[in-house]
């Protein structure tokens, strides 16, 4: 039998265990010493069922580990205005360290007016402008959640970066974007690729390291990933597909992220992490 | 006699004079209508000569189309902390409407620091990190002067950037990190090369559009240069060397900056549009 190359998996569900794990940890200590646990916003707009599952998932997280979370659903028809005033008083209220607005915050809605109103302290989702310049410069804040979440895995899994050629797929405000950045600073050399990139298999071919981020299904073909590349899909389609070609991918890659189980969970556990980050400053102990 | 291409001069000093021509029509027209001229505060750090230089370069271009400048000389020893609390006062003060601190600010200084104590209304040399995430996400705001002038040469040169390989040599905070996002926001695939970089040649010989901004002299050799990519050297080095080897890269680009009198004019050109631009919103004229 012809030996057939398999990539290895990148455990993103056992990785987030150990991240949840020691953030629970901290949430204790924490409590314990201020009388305070850690305290998380959910604002969500409307009803969309998709955005519904993500809210309560990552409030029965909050919960598992010791994160008080204090959900702000509001109706569909909110206008941006309110939205803003919503979370400036959140941002004011010193019992909540930390803010989530659940992402698409909904047609006609000012969404980068929204996360602005977002205190940068509490910024534990890393989607103000503060977070992406810092993410950009290596300057203390925090970083956008699935971003933070492929990076911790990388290192998890001791992915070499300084040099290498980094390629991401995708330029979204809140993972394209600030994962280049991070990438960059890590000495990558890094290539955005998007929806105007001409002959994208050339540029993908390139890749020591690909991060997809797109959310379009198997968009990235099999037979371009270079023999030995270090594949990351935070692609989110329906039916549990990535954006990238799995089964083509695995004969190719020497690392990747399945799906599910890779990048999802490290995106919860990163954000539950930064808010006990977040309400470790703001209560006034060193971390 | 065989024929021998020669790429075409992308003209900065014709571009930066129409540039300036516009400016100062524009400071006239407000300092009529208002009564005001508007008005540049420039701080200098310790008095190294090409820093002195530069400076006085800069407010005699002020003069000469109609901003007052307003000098601040600090000594050598001045502290962070000295200099952000002048800073902080000169975005306090009503009668200044842009701020330029000259890079690099001396050894010893946090420039990052001194660089956010800079109001984002003031920051018409677009070094802030306010400024940096307006111009990664396309929100209004000042944007860093170099990048900005090499984006107005790109135009008016008619250059094609949607889906081309823009390749970005250097990845400093004023330079090479905002110019790849003003490029990725105009829908170029970007790629960011660096001092960690492996096989530079190889990437740079990619590039549909090269920009090279890192003060290495001739780091780039002419062989490298795509036939027919568009060449943009921001590098500067002693003798009037750009970092590309412009011998080299004129038979083979299609348009190239000469050095000097490509990016160099309009870096100034760019900072004084921005300062009447400053001047023209704090003064409560529509633009």
Redesign the interface.
């Known amino acids: 039998m012809p030996h057939v190359h398999t990539a290895e998996l990148m455990d993103g569900t056992a990785l987030a265990r150990r991240v949840l794990a020691e953030t629970a940890d901290r949430a204790a200590t924490l409590t314990r010493r201020t009388g305070v646990a850690p305290c998380l916003a959910t604002v969500l707009v409307g009803e969309d069922p998709a955005s519904v599952t993500y809210v309560r998932m990552k409030r029965a997280r909050c919960a598992k580990v010791g994160i008080t979370s204090r959900h702000v659903p509001l109706p569909a028809t909110t206008t941006t205005a309110q939205l803003v005033e919503t979370i400036e008083g959140l941002s004011r209220d010193p019992d909540v360290h930390g803010i989530l607005l659940q992402h698409p915050a909904g047609p006609g809605i000012d969404e ?1 007016a929204a996360f602005e109103a977002i205190a940068p302290e509490k910024d534990v989702d890393g989607v103000t ?2 977070s ?3 993410m ?2 290596g ?1 203390p804040g925090f970083v956008s959640c699935t971003p933070g979440g492929i990076m911790r895995l990388l290192d998890a899994y001791d992915v070499d970066l ?4 980094a390629v991401v797929v995708g ?1 979204s ?1 809140i993972l394209g ?1 600030p994962v280049g ?1 991070l990438l ?1 600073a890590r ?1 990558a ?6 929806s ?3 002959d994208l298999s050339s ?1 993908v071919r390139e890749a020591d390291v690909l991060v997809a981020a797109v959310g379009r299904p198997r968009l990235i073909r099999g037979q371009d990933i270079r023999p030995g590349a270090v594949v990351v899909d935070a692609g989110y389609n329906a039916g549990n597909v990535g954006d990238i070609d799995a089964e083509g991918a695995l004969g190719r890659a020497s690392l990747i992220t399945p799906v599910p189980g890779g990048v999802g969970p490290m995106t919860i556990a990163v954000l539950l992490s930064q808010t006990v980050d977040a309400a470790t400053a703001q209560l006034g102990l060193v971390p």
């Open positions: 980068r402008t503060h992406f310049a810092a950009s410069f300057l300084a040099g290498k050629r330029r405000a974007r950045m960059l000495d050399t890094v290539t955005y690729c998007h105007r990139t001409e540029v």
